[in-house]
């Protein structure tokens, strides 16, 4: 049998005045018939509402030089539902911690959690991927399939895993390289975090992130999650 989502519940109903029948209802319509069964019920389980719906906002443990507001619920609605409910840690930004790539993979090195990066050009674009593994050097590509890819100004875009190709993450100690397959990687920093490049690439079916394919880096942030 295909296993029912987490948010999806089945209802058996029964009663002597009709005959039994079974309803199928989503968890949150669930709670809000239990509350309307008395006035004491209703007042009990609006946190609980209020706190489910807090859950899928992406909250931040300071505040973000190159993400708003609106920005974070756009990220929110395409996180991995395992994610949701908890804060994000700023682990790296240019601004406090320099341009060092090496500095990034030693601020990562006892991270186990994914890790969402965000770049603005020199062209004020902002753009980024979320990585289901933090950045460290390796020989090999690394990542799943919940890896996505997204870009701002003037519309917010993701670009999910294609399927053709699993070449997610591959950290280098002269760069790092996220994307693949195709004439260039999706998302490309040099070890000085200043120089960048985007192209179009196989595995998320992306056009290239930056306002320009070689780009100038203005700022980067890495967040993770804090469990």
Same mark, same amino acid.
């Given at each position: 049998?295909?296993?029912?989502?987490?948010?999806?519940?089945?209802?058996?109903?029964?009663?002597?005045?009709?005959?039994?029948?079974?309803?199928?209802?989503?968890?949150?319509?669930?709670?809000?018939?239990?509350?309307?069964?008395?006035?004491?019920?209703?007042?009990?389980?609006?946190?609980?509402?209020?706190?489910?719906?807090?859950?899928?906002?992406?909250?931040?443990?300071?505040?973000?030089?190159?993400?708003?507001?609106?920005?974070?619920?756009?990220?929110?609605?395409?996180?991995?539902?395992?994610?949701?409910?908890?804060?994000?840690?700023?682990?790296?930004?240019?601004?406090?911690?320099?341009?060092?790539?090496?500095?990034?993979?030693?601020?990562?090195?006892?991270?186990?959690?994914?890790?969402?990066?965000?770049?603005?050009?020199?062209?004020?674009?902002?753009?980024?991927?979320?990585?289901?593994?933090?950045?460290?050097?390796?020989?090999?590509?690394?990542?799943? #399939?919940?890896?996505?890819?997204?870009?701002?100004?003037?519309?917010?875009?993701?670009?999910?895993?294609?399927?053709?190709?699993?070449?997610?993450?591959?950290?280098?100690?002269?760069?790092?390289?996220?994307?693949?397959?195709?004439?260039?990687?999706?998302?490309?920093?040099?070890?000085?975090?200043?120089? #960048?490049?985007?192209?179009?690439?196989?595995?998320?079916?992306?056009?290239?992130?930056?306002?320009?394919?070689?780009?100038?880096?203005?700022?980067?942030?890495?967040?993770?999650?804090?469990?």
């Amino acid at each position: 049998m295909k296993r029912l989502p987490e948010n999806i519940k089945v209802l058996y109903i029964a009663s002597d005045s009709e005959e039994p029948y079974v309803e199928i209802i989503r968890m949150k319509d669930s709670k809000r018939r239990t509350s309307l069964c008395s006035s004491e019920d209703s007042e009990a389980e609006e946190p609980e509402l209020q706190e489910e719906e807090d859950d899928a906002l992406l909250v931040l443990s300071k505040h973000s030089q190159l993400l708003d507001a609106h920005n974070l619920e756009q990220l929110a609605a395409q996180m991995p539902a395992r994610t949701r409910g908890y804060p994000w840690q700023l682990v790296y930004s240019t601004a406090i911690h320099g341009s060092s790539l090496k500095t990034l993979y030693r601020n990562m090195a006892e991270l186990d959690s994914p890790v969402l990066l965000i770049v603005r050009d020199m062209h004020k674009k902002v753009f980024g991927a979320f990585s289901t593994d933090p950045f460290r050097v390796s020989k090999h590509f690394y990542g799943t #399939g919940e890896t996505f890819l997204f870009s701002f100004n003037p519309d917010f875009q993701a670009y999910r895993w294609s399927g053709e190709n699993s070449y997610f993450v591959v950290g280098k100690y002269e760069s790092l390289q996220i994307g693949g397959g195709g004439a260039g990687f999706a998302l490309w920093l040099d070890a000085d975090l200043n120089h #960048g490049a985007s192209f179009s690439c196989p595995t998320f079916h992306n056009p290239p992130l930056s306002t320009k394919e070689d780009f100038i880096v203005q700022d980067l942030e890495v967040w993770t999650v804090q469990k």
